[in-house]
T-cell receptor, first 115, second 115 residues
Framework: DVKVTQSSRYLVKRTGEKVFLECVQD?????MFWYRQDPGLGLRLIYF???????EKGDIPEGYSVSREKKERFSLILESASTNQTSMYLC??????????????FGSGTQLSVL | AQSVSQHNHHVILSEAASLELGCNYS??????LFWYVQYPGQHLQLLLK??????LVKGIKGFEAEFIKSKFSFNLRKPSVQWSDTAEYFC?????????????FGKGTHLIIQP
């Protein structure tokens, strides 16, 4: 069964801390994405990557950065966490061979609370 | 900018009632359209998708959606809902036409089915 794995289900951090959210997929997908999900706002794209070492800003990249050193791993970094970054973070991946986002596979999410 | 509007944030229905969730998008070019579902405590899953061809698409669990290009709509329907359909439903649009830009999601509709 295909899988997108996010390293933590729940995370509590303090304001100003550096936070790493890890995501690994086992489907050899080219494309990987980080979304945040907030009640009443749906899913908003933070960053995405279509290849190793490549990254593109999504709709709300401010306060975040990403790293894609290996094809299967896509990390989201909060350089200095703030309370407004408390959210559910969702990682997703898709195949690049069909030239469309035919199907996004999502991880279970990481609920981050910044105190 | 591309946007997706879901008309209802909360919908409450009784079992066996018919369901229609509205979705409109703003992009005028070629689009691929999706409905995702998130059951309580679970990750997002693809319900159905439209790429081309027959504008009436059938998905899992008895759901269907109709693409009406002239109305920029992709409404989700089910003739008779079940208690297990309680979930959050997201409409999403891919207008990248072959790129890996990620999907634009609506804000979601929280559906509650009462026994």
């Amino acid at each position: 069964d295909v899988k997108v794995t996010q390293s933590s289900r729940y995370l509590v951090k303090r304001t100003g801390e550096k936070v790493f959210l890890e995501c690994v997929q086992d489907m050899d997908h080219e494309n990987m994405f980080w979304y945040r999900q907030d009640p009443g706002l749906g899913l908003r794209l933070i960053y995405f990557s279509y290849d190793v070492k490549m990254k593109e800003k999504g709709d709300i990249p401010e306060g975040y950065s990403v790293s894609r050193e290996k094809k299967e791993r896509f990390s989201l970094i909060l350089e200095s966490a703030s309370t407004n970054q408390t959210s559910m973070y969702l990682c997703a991946s898709s195949s690049g061979t069909s030239q469309t986002n035919e199907k996004l596979f999502f991880g279970s999410g990481t609920q981050l609370s910044v105190l | 900018a591309q946007s997706v509007s879901q008309h209802n944030h909360h919908v409450i229905l009784s079992e066996a009632a018919s369901l229609e969730l509205g979705c409109n998008y703003s992009y005028g070019g070629t689009v691929n359209l999706f409905w995702y579902v998130q059951y309580p405590g679970q990750h997002l899953q693809l319900l159905l998708k439209y790429f081309s061809g027959d504008p009436l698409v059938k998905g899992i669990k008895g759901f269907e959606a109709e693409f009406i290009k002239s109305k920029f709509s992709f409404n989700l329907r089910k003739p008779s809902v079940q208690w297990s359909d309680t979930a959050e439903y997201f409409c999403a649009v891919d207008h990248s036409g072959g790129g890996a830009d990620g999907l634009t999601f609506g804000k979601g509709t929280h559906l509650i089915i009462q026994p």
